[in-house]
């Protein structure tokens, strides 16, 4: 089992859609979690950390759910500039310290 | 502006041939730095993490005497592919830890390797 898991898509979503995220990780033990985002060809962009609480930045809201170790990203009136691979990570926990473990990313594309 | 510098960008080398690429962190010193290998529609895979002053500790599967790594500054680290073959083709991508608590990650630009 992959230690974080996400559907690859590609998701495909007309210009203001709403387009949600799932992504499972298998560490319990895990302590920090984060939804990184990715442009073709390049290095991958902290979108935002994800709480336990839940948190919102603009359009973008992350979800964390501990005991199902489900973690979620909703996007709200999507823009063309969205299109892009989103990365689930996860660090921490025991022998993971501030390593980050990566999904292998959900590709967003965002069409008129 | 970026924090975390990495060179070159691009590369193309000769099968059997060594490249050294660099990560830089700009502003501030990073006593550790990570290095990634992503492959085509697949995750970052973490290598390594060198540590500024000792060895490098790998990850599992990964050669440490193909994949040189050297932390010899708090600002600078180096991955040297050695005898390189078309497989190690790929997206290398380093990251520094800033901060005592480490808990702000940069990452570099990445260096597309291309081995022929």
């Known amino acids: 089992r992959k230690e974080v898991e996400q559907d690859p898509g590609p998701f495909n979503v007309p210009e203001g859609a709403t387009v949600a995220f799932n992504c499972t990780y298998s560490?319990?033990?895990?302590?920090?979690f984060f939804w990184y985002r990715q442009d073709c060809r390049k290095e991958p962009k902290l979108l935002m950390s994800v709480y336990s609480s839940g948190n919102e930045d603009g359009r973008f809201t992350a979800q964390l759910n501990r005991a199902s170790q489900y973690i979620s990203l909703l996007i709200r009136d999507s823009k063309l500039s969205d299109s892009a691979t989103y990365l689930c990570?996860?660090?921490?926990?025991?022998?993971?310290?501030?390593?980050?473990?990566f999904g292998t990313g959900t590709q967003l594309k965002v069409e008129l | 502006g970026a924090v975390v510098s990495q060179h070159p960008s691009w590369v193309i080398c000769k099968s059997g041939t060594s490249v050294k690429i660099e990560c830089r962190s700009l502003?501030?010193?990073?006593?550790?730095m990570f290095w990634y290998r992503q492959f085509p529609k697949q995750s970052l895979m973490l290598m390594a993490t060198s540590n500024e002053g000792s060895k490098a500790t790998y990850e599992q599967g990964v050669e440490k005497d193909k994949f040189l790594i050297n932390h010899a500054s708090l600002t600078l680290s180096t991955l040297t592919v050695t005898s390189a073959h078309p497989e190690d083709s790929s997206f290398y991508i380093c990251?520094?830890?800033?901060?005592?608590?480490?808990?702000?990650?940069?990452f570099g630009e990445g260096s597309w390797l291309t081995v022929v």
């Open positions: 990570v996860v660090s921490g926990g025991p022998g993971g310290g501030n390593k980050l473990t």
């Open positions: 560490n319990s033990a895990s302590q920090s």
């Open positions: 502003d501030f010193q990073a006593t550790t």
């Open positions: 990251s520094a830890l800033r901060g005592a608590s480490g808990n702000t990650i940069y």
